[in-house]
Structure formats: C-alpha cells, structure tokens
C-alpha cells in the first residue's frame, strides 16, 4: 500500500471516529443519527475508500456500550454493504445513482443492526429495524450533497 493511500485512510478513519464520537449518543442506540456514515459515499468515488472506513467503523465500535455486538455487527454491516455497492459500479453508471444506490442499500442492511439490537438489548426487531433505517437514510440521504461538494473541493476519485 503506498503512504499516501496509508495516511489518507488513516486521516478518513480518524474523521470517522470523531464524527462518530461527537454524536455518541445518537449512534449507538436503536435511534441512530450517525453522522460519519454519510463517509460510506466515499466508495462511489474510489473502492480503496473501504478499508478507511470499515477501519473508522471498528475503531467507533470500541466506544459502543454493545461492545462486542458492535464491533461484529457494525463492522460486518459496513463491510456487506459497501461490498455491495463497489460490485454494484459496474452496472450504474454515474456518480448520483451510485449515491442512491449506496444508501438503498445501507438503509436496507440496518436489518443486521436491528438484529444486533435484538439480541443485545431485546428490542423487537421490525420497529427497531424502522427506527435504525429511517436514521441511515436521513444521513445517507443529507450526505450525498455534502459528499458531492467536498468531492468538487478534494477530487475523492484521486485523493487516495
């Protein structure tokens, strides 16, 4: 891996977490405003985005009162449906549909969140599966204009 991929995903998990951290109560609990995962767009831009982010994600987890659910739930989550998503490039094209696209897709995988939640804290499972994913899509959703700005300023394509 060359340094400057190394220190741009070290710069891009490190927002992650402090993203994460700034809102804490409101990303961890069955109503999730988790405002770093509108980075999860990242990955439209450029798939090397993903080892930044499930990073992020693992490292935010360690703070998580689920502890260990956290950390495999979350994590996992991350990594199937960003997985998705940059399989998912070559049969969308342009960037904005890859955007919807992305948050389709997070929104709909909260179901393994709502399992976690399920298990750890015995919420039931399809309320808690709406609450999570209505919190996905709002960010997701708000973070496609945000991610489309800061990509005009960064060039997220050739940044890593």
């Known amino acids: 891996m060359k340094v400057k991929t ?3 995903s070290g710069i891009i998990a490190a927002l992650y977490v402090a993203v994460t951290l700034l809102v804490a109560p409101f990303g961890f609990t069955n109503v999730q405003f988790r405002l770093s995962e509108m980075f999860n767009h990242l990955v439209v831009f450029n798939k090397k985005f993903i080892f930044a982010i ?3 994600v693992f490292v935010a ?4 009162p689920l502890g260990l659910y956290d950390l ?3 994590v996992a989550q991350s990594l199937i449906a960003l997985t998705i998503t940059i399989f998912s490039a070559k049969f969308i094209s342009g960037i904005l549909k890859r955007m ?3 948050t389709a897709v997070f929104t709909f995988l909260m179901c393994i969140i709502a399992f976690e939640l399920n298990l750890a804290l015995e919420l039931p499972f399809l309320f808690t599966w709406l609450t999570v994913a ?3 899509f709002v960010v997701m959703a708000v973070g496609i204009p945000i991610m489309l700005a800061l990509n005009k300023r960064l060039n997220f394509e050739k940044l890593i």
Do not use: D, Q, R
């Open 54 to 56: 499930v990073l992020g």
């Open 100 to 102: 919807l696209f992305n």
């Open 72 to 74: 495999f739930f979350g």
């Open 6 to 8: 190394l220190a741009t």
């Open 134 to 136: 209505v919190g996905e």
């Open 61 to 64: 987890n360690l703070f998580s």
